[in-house]
């Protein structure tokens, strides 16, 4: 079984090393996209979402997204008021639309398990 990284590259025709980025861009808070780039010259504020998305991309079925969207949530700097507030992130719940379309159209919808690197 693939990834979800491997069918969302496949699924956009983009390479690996523009994944993160990519889907980043696409899942974030509307309001949050005309500032987002300048926010990003800050890694430290930036990696919660690039985390999740990375932590999302190891995935292989539906079922383990709850988990990994309650550790973004729980995740220490996703407390401050530009995030919580103003919404200055990504949207977990497009993320999780995305996610669900691309795991459920490439046949990988039920079953599986997560691969971690060492």
Not at 6 to 17: A, K, N, V
Not at 42 to 71: C, H, I, K
Request: glycine residues 6%; hydrophobic residues 30%.
């Amino acid at each position: 079984m693939k990834t979800f990284r491997e069918l969302y590259c496949e699924h956009r025709r983009i390479g690996s090393d523009r994944y993160e980025r990519d889907l980043v861009t696409r899942c974030l808070h509307l309001q949050a996209r005309p500032l987002y780039w300048l926010l990003g010259r800050n890694r430290e504020y930036t990696s919660p979402d690039y985390e999740f998305v990375r932590s999302v991309g190891e995935l292989r079925s539906r079922r383990q997204f709850r988990d990994e969207a309650m550790d973004y949530f729980s995740h220490p700097s996703n407390a401050g008021f530009l995030r919580r507030v103003l919404r200055m992130r990504l949207s977990s719940r497009r993320l999780q639309n995305i996610f669900d379309g691309v795991i459920v159209s490439s046949g990988q919808s039920s079953s599986g398990t997560r691969s971690r690197a060492a």
